[in-house]
């Protein structure tokens, strides 16, 4: 399967017609990806990519009057529920002015509840890009920016089992190599999880 999004908090005129509306540039923000799985006799064999990009302006909340203060103003949409209202603010997991690649392969063994899973992230993002103290306006000095990256690429070991109808456990470990504007280190993650499932049959 593949997707695709695109978002636009605003448009300039001048992108399309080629005289510009506002001061303001056409704020952007795309993803894309796929995924695959395929059966291999009784393993399962699944693949994932993700990648996607946000303008340097993206979920930013800087509109700043010097009488009011409005910090956090902008790009905060209000949706309105019966009980309250919810606030969305427009953003990515990555934050404004990010480039970034990601993905996983991954592999279950059969019935055995073995799992192995190879995970990948790659980041560029723009050191000048941020949501309170960029200004909400064109700028070459921060579209053109120094660029920060980071990185992580682990291997998740899973085990889970089912030791009976309505319990099971898992545990696993998930050695990581995690890099920063070039330097590196190694992480080490263990855990686990017990889930107890209860049912019952509620009589008026």
């Given at each position: 399967m593949l997707f695709g999004q695109a978002g636009y908090d605003d448009i300039n005129a001048a992108?399309?017609?080629?005289?510009?509306?506002?001061?303001?540039?056409?704020?952007?923000?795309?993803?894309?990806?796929?995924?695959?799985?395929?059966?291999?006799?009784?393993?399962?064999?699944?693949?994932?990519?993700?990648?996607?990009?946000?303008?340097?302006?993206?979920?930013?909340?800087?509109?700043?009057?010097?009488?009011?203060?409005?910090y956090l103003s902008r790009a905060i949409y209000r949706y309105l529920r019966d009980e309250e209202t919810v606030l969305l603010p427009l953003t990515s997991p990555y934050g404004p002015g990010s480039r970034w690649v990601k993905g996983s392969g991954e592999y279950a063994w059969g019935n055995t509840g073995f799992l192995t899973r190879l995970?990948?992230?790659?980041?560029?993002?723009?050191?000048?890009?941020d949501l309170v103290r960029t200004s909400y306006e064109a700028s070459e000095t921060v579209s053109e920016a120094e660029r920060e990256l980071w990185g992580r690429l682990?291997?998740?070991?899973?085990?889970?089992?089912?030791?009976?109808?309505?319990?099971?456990?898992?545990?696993?470990?998930?050695?990581?190599?995690?890099?920063?504007?070039?330097?590196?280190?190694?992480?080490?993650?263990?855990?686990?999880?017990?889930?107890?499932?209860?049912?019952?049959?509620?009589?008026?």
């Open positions: 992108d399309i017609s080629g005289v510009g509306d506002t001061d303001i540039p056409t704020i952007y923000a795309y993803i894309f990806g796929g995924n695959y799985e395929k059966m291999l006799s009784r393993d399962v064999l699944r693949l994932i990519l993700e990648g996607g990009v946000t303008h340097y302006l993206w979920g930013n909340f800087h509109e700043f009057d010097p009488d009011k203060g409005n995970n990948f992230e790659l980041v560029s993002h723009n050191s000048a890009a682990g291997l998740h070991l899973q085990f889970a089992d089912d030791f009976n109808a309505a319990h099971m456990y898992s545990v696993y470990i998930e050695p990581a190599y995690s890099l920063r504007n070039g330097g590196g280190w190694m992480e080490l993650t263990l855990g686990g999880k017990l889930e107890l499932l209860h049912r019952g049959i509620l009589e008026k």
